[in-house]
């Protein structure tokens, strides 16, 4: 009799033991995954506002003319009537992007002059602590969601 209740109590105890670790690692897991997101948000705040630094405008402007722009792109989506048209009217969309970001990215990272390809010094609008915060929410973003 004594050694079932002591097979009883250490049945309950691995059985406790066990369920208390899988919802630990639940906890973990769901801490890890709200972590990562504000990281990520945090990044993609401090991306926003070098890319309005960049761009010359107030991160309250540039968030109007990026409104603006989706505003233009649904409506030439909207005006499409076939496949091929949404198909064009998307390719074009994203090599102006593609093309607004190289200028951005050609400004902002042009150290010297460089008279070759017709690029000359620019005084870089983003300012070092804007850097130094980047460099930061992307130290983040990769720490907490690995």
Known sequence: ????????ITVA????????FFQWKTVESQKHDMLCGEAKQTLKGVEIRARALAAGLSVEAYGKAEEDEVATLIGALD???SDAEVD??????????????????????????Q?????RLVKQRIPVD?????????????????
């Open 1 to 8: 009799m004594k050694q079932i209740l002591i097979g009883g």
């Open 88 to 113: 064009s009217v998307i390719e074009a969309h994203a090599a102006t992007i593609e093309a607004e970001d190289a200028a951005i990215d050609a400004e902002v990272d042009t150290r010297g002059d």
């Open 79 to 81: 005006a499409a009537k």
């Open 13 to 20: 105890l691995i059985g406790t033991m066990t369920y208390g």
């Open 130 to 146: 804007v850097k130094q915060e980047l460099q930061r929410a992307a130290k983040a973003v990769s720490v907490r969601c690995s």
């Open 115 to 119: 008279t070759f390809l017709e690029q």
